[in-house]
Nanobody, 121 residues
Framework: QLVESGGGLVQAGGSLRLACAAS????????IGWFQQVPGKGRVGVSC????????WYSDSVKGRWTISSDRAKDTVYLQMNSLKPDDTAVYYC????????????????WGQGTQVTVSS
């Protein structure tokens, strides 16, 4: 089960930290990614952590602003979102898949319910 939390309303330039409680997925070394979805469009990957080797991927749109990390003791993956922009407004989902390397083509097989992030200008 994947459960996202931490979304909310923030002004441009602000920060949020999303959490993905990923019971079983972290300890079993899945790849866990964060995806954003805006109305009328599909989910787009923004970051991914492969827990087999701790390799990390970021999309160009978030590289240098956001950081993905994990707390294995808490079975949780985080997305620290700094320097937020209005274009970052979306529902954010975490997705998990085993054995799938992180990258632009990563697609989760298991999904959470999403958390809304709204960035005001």
């Amino acid at each position: 089960q994947l459960v996202e939390s931490g979304g909310g309303l923030v002004q441009a330039g602000g920060s949020l930290r999303l959490a993905c409680a990923a019971s079983g997925f972290v300890s079993d070394a899945y790849s866990i990614g964060w995806f954003q979805q805006v109305p009328g469009k599909g989910r787009v990957g923004v970051s991914c952590l492969d827990l087999r080797d701790d390799s990390i991927w970021y999309s160009d749109s978030v590289k240098g602003r956001w950081t993905i990390s994990s707390d294995r003791a808490k079975d949780t993956v985080y997305l620290q979102m700094n320097s937020l922009k209005p274009d970052d407004t979306a529902v954010y989902y975490c997705g998990a898949e085993y054995g799938d390397p992180c990258g632009a083509n990563f697609i989760g097989h298991y999904w959470g319910q999403g958390t809304q992030v709204t960035v005001s200008s």
